[in-house]
């Protein structure tokens, strides 16, 4: 079984940046898709990236998050640049066993999220 615990998140003015963590450990963290997934109150929860061999974003990025991973230390990481007040939601951090799918539903390991709060 996988475990998966993010960090990272915290208030940050509009144009700041930030990096989220999640560290993983169980299973072998290499076979899984990593995704990272946001949810804003009142909101369903809605994909944002995912790496496997490769990258994959929503549309909504615009070239602002990196996706990362360093398979060595079973860490997944997400750089988010130019934040926006619509950032502002809890992150979380998912596996899945093969490729990447941008469902919430289509992952099997979820971490706690960790809150990310965007200001004017």
């Known amino acids: 079984q996988v475990h998966l615990v993010e960090s990272g998140g915290r208030l940050v003015q509009a144009g700041g940046s930030l990096r989220l963590s999640c560290a993983a450990s169980?299973?072998?963290?290499?076979?899984?898709?990593m995704g990272w997934f946001r949810q804003a109150p009142g909101k369903e929860r809605e994909f944002v990236a995912a790496i496997s061999w490769s990258t994959y974003y929503a549309d909504f990025v615009k070239g602002r998050f990196t996706i990362s991973r360093d398979n060595a230390e079973n860490t997944v990481y997400l750089q988010m640049n130019s934040l926006l007040p619509d950032d502002t939601a809890v992150y979380y951090c998912a596996a899945r066993l093969g490729g990447i799918l941008i469902s919430y539903t289509q992952y099997t390991y979820w971490g706690q999220g960790t809150q990310v709060t965007v200001s004017s």
């Open positions: 169980g299973g072998s963290f290499s076979e899984y898709s």
